[in-house]
């Protein structure tokens, strides 16, 4: 069965920083291209961005609000996606979601159960 | 950018009715388009990729078409669990991006 749990959550000041986890189990995780997305309250889906696998030359991809603030990494051997968020602002408070894209890019078959991140003073 | 541009933002309807969602992508995305069903306080749930093939365990009421820039998704029968909101998504360029969202009331 696959299973994808996100941690690392919670309330940041802004400016400030957190880094998200995500354990992957089920599927051979180092041959996924994995994503993170997002939505704030009451909002809807914004993409973060995603990492390839190595064998598709782990490349990242970012959104635009994110890109030089946020960096997707993964380790292999622990079946683990990570987020490090910096210079966080409040308008990336949102519950973010870690994604498996399976088949293809874009189908994002499997979804962890999301882990909301409140940036507030 | 593509930007994808979703129609209506509410549909308010009835168990058995049709439903008929819009999305529109700014540029040509050949078929990288698929479609989410979001219920409150869940993850989306995958039902159609390359706009019109069903994922596996979904029910042969939903059904997708287009190509190229418009793409439309339909409930044949709304049955009560198919109240939700449902998101396009392209895949053809970075970003990716999603539709608005459609959300389905009684």
């Known amino acids: 069965e696959v299973q994808l749990v996100e941690s690392g959550g919670g309330l940041v000041k802004p400016g400030g920083s957190l880094r998200l986890s995500c354990a992957a189990s089920?599927?051979?995780?180092?041959?996924?291209?994995m994503s993170w997305v997002r939505q704030a309250p009451g909002e809807g889906l914004e993409w973060v961005g995603r990492?390839?696998?190595?064998?598709?030359?782990?490349?990242?991809e970012y959104s635009a609000p994110v890109k030089d603030r946020f960096t997707i990494s993964r380790d292999d051997s622990k079946n683990t996606l990570y987020l490090q968020m910096n210079s966080l602002k409040t308008e990336d408070t949102a519950v973010y979601y870690c994604?498996?894209?399976?088949?293809?890019?874009?189908?994002?078959?499997?979804w962890g159960q999301g882990i909301l991140v409140t940036v507030s003073s | 950018d593509i930007q994808m541009t979703q129609s209506p933002s509410f549909v308010s309807a009835s168990v058995g009715d049709r439903v008929t969602i819009t999305c529109r992508a700014s540029q040509g995305i050949s078929n990288w388009l698929t479609w989410y069903q979001q219920k409150p306080g869940k993850a989306p749930k995958l039902l159609i990729s390359?706009?019109?093939n069903l994922r596996s365990g979904v029910p042969s009421r939903f059904s997708g078409s287009g190509s190229g820039t418009d793409f439309t998704l339909t409930i044949s029968c709304l049955q009560p669990e198919d109240f939700a909101t449902y998101y396009c998504l392209q895949a053809n360029g970075l970003p990716l991006s999603f539709g608005g969202g459609t959300k389905v009331e009684i």
């Open positions: 089920g599927f051979t995780f180092s041959h996924a291209w």
């Open positions: 390359a706009a019109s």
């Open positions: 990492i390839k696998s190595k064998s598709s030359g782990e490349t990242k």
């Open positions: 994604t498996w894209e399976n088949p293809r890019p874009g189908e994002f078959d499997y």
